[in-house]
Structure formats: C-alpha cells, structure tokens
DNA sequence: CCCTGATTCGC
DNA sequence: GCGAATCAGG
C-alpha cells in the first residue's frame, strides 16, 4: 500500500490530533507503527511529546554521547576524534499554522420545498440562545463563540455507488444546516454516514454531539488531552 | 515487561 | 521515499 493523498492526510489529521502512531497504523491498516512514525517524520510533522525527548534535567552538562549505535558486523578503527561538541544551536521553533479551512460543505441549497434561507436565526432583537449539552456544555449564542477545533472537516467523499445500507442513512449530500454533521463511522468504508439528527439551534450539531465536539474548558491541570474526535481516534461504533 | 516516539540505514 | 531495526525514556 502506498502513502496516497488520502492515508496521508489522514495520518496527518490524526498525528497532529495527538493519536499515537500505534492508533494511526491500525486505523489505517497495512502499515506499521514504524511507517506511520518515519512517514510522519518525512511530511516534517514531528515533535509531540514523545518518551525519549525529556533529555534535560536541571542538569547543565550531559554527558550523551551515543550516537554510534550501529556497530553491524564490520566494526573498523573508532573514531580517534575526540568530538569536542560543537556549539548547540538553539532551535528556533517554527511559527506553525494549523491550516485555517473555511470550507463550509453548504449544499447547492433546494429552492423550493426548503423554507427560504436564514442565515442569522438570531438577529439583534432576538434574546441569547442557550444551549445545553452533556458534559456541562453550555453556551452562548453563535454570534459570541468561536468555533474550537473543528472535529472533522469533512472532506470531499464521493460515494462511487449509492450503498443501499445506507440508503436510510444520512449521506454527504443529505447535510444542510439543519442535520447534524456528525460523521458516524470512517469514510471510505460502505456504510459511513452523519448523524442526521436536529442540529442544537446555532450549531453544526445535535444536542448529544455537540457535548462531544465542544469540550468544557477545564480548569488547569485537569484537562483531558485529546477530545474524542469522529473518525480519527480508534473506532468507536 | 509493556508502551511511546526518534533515529538510522538498507532498500 | 519507504519502513524494519534499533534506540531510548516512561
């Protein structure tokens, strides 16, 4: 299998959603938790706290030196160079931009039939929509927040053969901004589809799904690390 | 032992 | 570019 446009963006909403390599390379399958992590490293996403960084203790000097792990079967004369250290450059950390995508999937919008497009359900008059949702989620209207990481932006699917499986289900091309977006299942697969419910009044998603994709912010120290996120972690059915 | 990511190096 | 082998910390 070959690292195509999919699997690796794949890998990389994953990675930088903070799933382990292991998670990654069984989600995507025929590939090894060493090809996710070199692929990982080759698209130049690395970092993340990983086990064996933490190489600094208080301690000014140390002393590592071991960078000849490689000992194979032929092992000619060691290096008589002495190594004096070269002056360790301090890494400048690289501004990243986690890629603003904008995308909003609003459908070719029905004419007729629908009811006439509402873009602010709220206006000025209207009083503050409240909005609840498990977990101690709870809101304000849409005009005072800021979208949080978005869950899953979904991408562009094309289901090559309407899959009667899914046939009650709420497809791609069935979301408007009165459904649920939430992705159940993984894409690709037969019977992948949205949740489909009433969405929770000014926002992508239902009630239930809301208190997934939105997490209370917790105070220090108790937060959790990675949000559960549709299709990316480990399966979830 | 298990887990994790980092790195190397032959292909 | 790819990934198994290896290293190394928790």
Redesign the pocket.
């Known amino acids: ?3 195509t446009e999919e699997r ?1 963006a794949t890998l990389k909403r994953m ?1 930088e959603g903070g ?6 390379a069984k989600e995507l399958g ?14 130049g996403l ?10 600094d ?1 208080t301690k000014p000097a140390a002393p ?1 030196a ?7 079967a032929a092992e000619p004369a060691p290096a008589p160079a002495p190594t004096p250290t070269p002056a360790p450059t301090p890494a400048p950390a690289p501004a990243e931009k986690p890629e603003p995508k904008p995308e909003a999937a609003q459908g070719p919008a029905t004419p007729q039939g629908q009811d006439a497009p509402e873009p602010e359900a709220a206006k000025s008059s209207s009083p503050r929509v409240v909005s609840v949702g498990p977990g101690g989620f709870l809101r304000q209207g849409p005009g005072d927040q800021q979208p949080p990481i978005p869950p899953a932006p979904p991408r562009r699917l094309v289901p090559a053969k309407p899959d009667p499986s899914i046939a009650d289900k709420t497809s791609l091309l069935d979301l408007s901004d009165k459904v649920c977006r939430w992705p159940m299942g993984h894409p690709g697969e037969p019977d992948f589809h949205f949740c489909g419910e009433a969405v929770n009044p000014g926002f992508p998603y239902c009630v239930e799904h809301c208190g997934r994709a939105y997490q209370a912010q917790l105070p220090r120290g108790s937060r959790r690390p990675p949000p559960p996120l549709p299709y990316g972690g480990p399966r979830v059915r």
């Open positions: 299998m070959s690292w690796t990675w799933s382990t390599a292991t998670e990654i025929e590939v090894s938790r060493n090809a996710v992590i070199g692929k990982a490293h080759r698209l690395k970092s993340r706290p990983s086990p064996v960084k933490a190489a203790k590592k071991k960078p000849a792990p490689k000992p194979k």
